[in-house]
């Protein structure tokens, strides 16, 4: 029994040798572009958690600054635990109308599939002249894949005499995506009263 028939033909040695380089660039290739997307996985980790640490540092500390009235509970891995902030204005317009607004903000973390989301829950309330004030309420997530065992709420010791006084307070968010964590601390100094 014989292996190749009169006409055909095997390859012969030069294309061997020009085959088996060609497909070795082809399998190193292969691994770069591989490796690149694990590589490219492990950096959009990180930046979605870089993402809500912000997110939800920037929008506690738009409302903090403007706050004349802040609470919120000591453990923030409480079910209960929210943080409150309210502020208000009154002005007279051009007409001679008294107005007023008042906002109350409040942010709780709810659960989320094995982490927790930054719940920010909105109440204006406008008056103008005497007319009976309207109400707006609005709720929205703020940020996702927090853990509150690492974050922390708490008022600071501004003017260091080892007591913890109500003039600013730390905002520690703490996002975990995968297996990147991000972690900032915002100190936020709401207006007075």
Known sequence: MRLFKRNEKGFT???????IPIMGLLSLAMGAV?????HSDRISQRMVAVRQVQAAGDRVSQDGVQAQYVTFGDDM?????????????????????????SENVTYALV???????????EIVQVRV?????????????????????????EWQDSDEDG?????????KVVSVVGTKTEERTYNITPRQG
């Not at 040695?13 to 085959?19: M, N, R, T």
């Not at 502020?87 to 109308?97: F, L, P, R, V, Y």
């Not at 007591?163 to 905002?171: I, N, Q, R, S």
Request: hydrophobic share 40%; glycine share 4%; aromatic share 10%.
């Open 13 to 19: 040695l030069v294309e061997l040798l020009v085959a």
């Open 77 to 101: 891995t409480d079910d209960e635990w929210s943080l409150n902030l309210m502020w208000m204005g009154e002005w007279i317009d051009d007409s001679g109308t008294y107005n007023s607004r």
């Open 129 to 153: 002249g005497t007319a009976d004030p309207t109400e707006t309420e609005l709720t929205s997530t703020v940020a996702r894949y927090l853990d509150p065992d690492q974050m922390l709420c």
């Open 163 to 171: 007591d913890p006084d109500e003039e600013t307070f730390a905002f």
């Open 111 to 121: 659960p989320a599939k094995g982490l927790y989301d930054l719940q920010r829950h």
């Open 34 to 38: 591989l490796i690149q997307l694990l």
